[in-house]
């Protein structure tokens, strides 16, 4: 199994910045795609933003410009750096992980999601 710890949410006034941090931990043969998600009140969950293991990222359009995903393969941690935030980015936030596992007899894609963290950006 794999856990995922998230962390760094919380209440940050528009315009503010916030830094999110997703863990992986267990048995992990290595890490794939990392990404974020958010679902809003009363909507359905979307990308934020992804990244390969190689480094190439993707984000919705309603974040480029202020949100940075990055990763940390030695640490198998994915960052989620959010600035100049407004209100309509309220949401619970969810880390995803695709990670690649021995079940025997073979390898096999799985993937996680992390618990949420709420991010609330409001004055």
């Known amino acids: 199994q794999v856990q995922l710890v998230e962390s760094g949410g919380g209440l940050v006034q528009p315009g503010g910045s916030l830094r999110l941090s997703c863990a992986a931990s267990?048995?992990?043969?290595?890490?794939?795609?990392m990404g974020w998600y958010r679902q809003a009140p009363g909507k359905q969950r979307v990308l934020v933003a992804t990244?390969?293991?190689?480094?190439?990222?993707n984000y919705a359009d309603s974040v480029k410009g202020r949100f940075t995903i990055s990763r940390d393969n030695a640490k198998n941690t994915v960052y989620l750096q959010m600035n100049s935030l407004k209100p309509e980015d309220t949401a619970v936030y969810t880390c995803?992980?695709?990670?690649?596992?021995?079940?025997?007899?073979?390898?096999?894609?799985?993937?996680?999601w992390g618990q949420g963290t709420q991010v609330t950006v409001s004055s």
């Open positions: 990244i390969t293991s190689g480094g190439s990222t």
């Open positions: 267990g048995s992990i043969f290595s890490i794939n795609g």
């Open positions: 995803n992980v695709q990670c690649t596992q021995w079940v025997p007899p073979k390898m096999v894609l799985k993937d996680y």
